[in-house]
């Protein structure tokens, strides 16, 4: 039997009956809809209110991250650190090819150019080592910056992202962007509830932004925010994504163009909510994924990607390794066929038509993972129903 005609066969076993199963559905319960409705009779929908002010301290502790600022979406709150970090027109932004495309978008959206790095097979988030070898050849240190010899731009930031949930190798990444001068933020938009070593994924970067989308691990309808330790850039975010209005009960005075990026009050009473069930939708997405791990081991030729060493994932999307792409389009078609969403990877970031030009390195494993994998439905739900 075909390794993808195999894994059929066990998702069939192991999800239950119903259909359409989707890849990852948000849950609601009594809680989600007694805040919504506590923040309708408030009349504080918009961005103040105090489920904002909750949600961000809900957050820091959650993370142990000091200071969290709540936003419209994460890409705001990516777009937000990148300012924040000093990232300009004309700069280079170092980020992986294979993560979804908001990411990117907010570095061209500045005026600046991503420039693209390939990842590892551990922990599918950038690759320290090659990183490092990498820059030791086309980076440049000179005035206090850092240049890329081939471009003359300046390099200024790295942005690690935390790839499904699983944490990047942040300690080595870290010493990186160190060397190199480069601003370090970390994209954990789908890494909420995923440590390293005892720390919590967006503790290593200036910056860090987290994303609460439908698809998320949580969800405020739409939201983001962004994490930092650092006491003034938090206040400089929360200044720059109200406006830039100086504070005063009637004036409207603005000190920058800013913009209008705080999350409403509504959807932080949603995220409030959500954010109450983490610890049991972490539990249960374990469960799930160890039930993958056990069932998917028996099949040949075929890699259930497993949280790396010292870390605790929360295991946000479940992936398999095909052994190539053909068996990858067999098994997505056939699934499909069947009411089981399984997607691929995204198209990764220097195929898309307007980063095809951008600078990047040789990207071996992010085009075999793109080639190669397979995202499972992994709703926490299904971490109850799931059969056997
Ligand atoms: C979801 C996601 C984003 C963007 O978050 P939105 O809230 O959808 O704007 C950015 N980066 C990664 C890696 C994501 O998964």
């Known amino acids: 039997m075909k390794p993808s005609d195999?894994?059929?066969?066990t998702l069939r076993d192991l999800l239950p009956e119903r259909r359409p199963i989707g890849l990852h559905e948000p849950e609601f319960g009594d809680t989600e809809k007694a805040l919504v409705a506590d923040c309708l009779d408030s009349g504080w929908v918009s961005s103040v209110g105090q489920y904002v002010d909750r949600f961000e301290q809900a957050l820091a502790e959650v993370t142990g991250i000091p200071h969290a600022v709540a936003t419209?979406?994460?890409t705001a709150a990516l777009h937000t650190c990148l300012i924040l970090a000093g990232v300009r027109p004309g700069d280079e932004v170092l980020l992986p090819a294979l993560t979804f495309i908001g990411s990117a978008n907010p570095v061209a959206q500045l005026g600046a150019t991503p420039h693209f790095v390939d990842c590892e097979a551990e922990t599918l988030g950038v690759d320290p080592q090659r990183l490092a070898d990498y820059l030791s050849d086309i980076a440049e240190l000179r005035g206090g910056g850092c240049f890329n010899k081939h471009t003359g731009r300046p390099l200024r930031a790295l942005m690690v992202v935390h790839v499904l949930g699983h944490p990047a190798r942040m300690d080595e990444l870290a010493a990186v962007a160190e060397r190199y001068r480069l601003t370090l933020i970390e994209d954990a938009a789908e890494s909420l509830g995923s440590w390293r070593g005892g720390r919590h994924t967006g503790s290593w970067g200036r910056l860090a932004a987290l994303s609460f989308n439908g698809n998320k691990i949580i969800t405020s309808?739409?939201?983001g925010a962004i994490l930092t330790a650092d006491s003034e850039l938090a206040q400089r975010a929360r200044h720059l994504t109200t406006t830039a209005k100086q504070p005063h009960p009637w004036a409207f005075e603005h000190d920058a163009v800013g913009y209008n990026y705080r999350l409403p009050n509504l959807n932080a009473a949603l995220g409030c909510a959500q954010?109450?069930?983490?610890?049991?939708?972490l539990?249960?997405?374990r469960r799930l994924a160890q039930r993958y791990a056990a069932?998917?081991?028996?099949?040949?030729?075929?890699?259930?990607?497993?949280?790396p060493a010292d870390c605790r994932s929360n295991?946000?999307?479940?992936l398999l390794l095909l052994p190539d792409a053909g068996q990858r389009d067999r098994l997505l078609a056939a699934a499909h066929a069947?009411?089981?969403?399984l997607r691929p990877f995204w198209t990764p970031l220097h195929r898309q038509p307007m980063y095809r030009h951008a600078p990047r390195m040789d990207l071996p494993c992010t085009e075999a993972l793109f080639a190669r994998g397979v995202c499972l439905p992994s709703s926490a739900a299904l971490g109850d129903s799931i059969r056997k």
């Open 221 to 223: 309808g739409g939201g």
């Open 275 to 281: 954010l109450e069930r983490l610890p049991e939708r």
């Open 6 to 9: 195999a894994i059929l066969d």
């Open 315 to 318: 295991h946000w999307l479940n």
């Open 295 to 307: 069932a998917f081991a028996a099949i040949d030729d075929i890699h259930f990607q497993l949280e």
């Open 283 to 285: 539990a249960r997405k």
């Open 72 to 74: 419209v979406n994460g």
């Open 338 to 341: 069947e009411g089981i969403q």
